[in-house]
Nanobody
Framework: VQLQASGGGLVQAGGSLTLSCAASGFRLASYAVGWFRQAPEKVREGVSCITWSGGSTYLADSVKGRFTISRDNAKNTVYLQMNSLKPEDTAVYYC???????????????WGQGTLVTVSS
């Protein structure tokens, strides 16, 4: 059972990146998936979440209007499209899967290893 977050990199402010969260060993389509991030010397925070059906999505106020979460259950993958990136978006981004719903951080069942996003000014 594994979650793999990928797609991070170095981008200039105003640029875009798309992160992917792929599952192996279990059917991600049955799980809500959240994206979290942790900037240097800061606590990890929730960024976005999507329910198992994709019918409901949630975005933190700091990324509303810039980030979009989506999923392709046929590919067992969830995406985080990040546009208009700002230096304050620099962080390690993690995806996590919850068997029931979009939840608070400690309740997620599986976690990916994280992918680093660096936004230069």
């Amino acid at each position: 059972v594994q979650l793999q977050a990928s797609g991070g990199g170095l981008v200039q402010a105003g640029g875009s990146l798309t992160l992917s969260c792929a599952a192996s060993g279990f059917r991600l389509a049955s799980y809500a998936v959240g994206w979290f991030r942790q900037a240097p010397e800061k606590v990890r925070e929730g960024v976005s979440c999507i329910t198992w059906s994709g019918g409901s999505t949630y975005l933190a106020d700091s990324v509303k209007g810039r980030f979009t979460i989506s999923r392709d259950n046929a590919k067992n993958t969830v995406y985080l499209q990040m546009n208009s990136l700002k230096p304050e978006d620099t962080a390690v981004y993690y995806c996590a899967a919850d068997a029931y719903q979009c939840n608070s951080e400690p309740l997620y069942d599986y976690w990916g290893q994280g992918t680093l996003v660096t936004v230069s000014s």
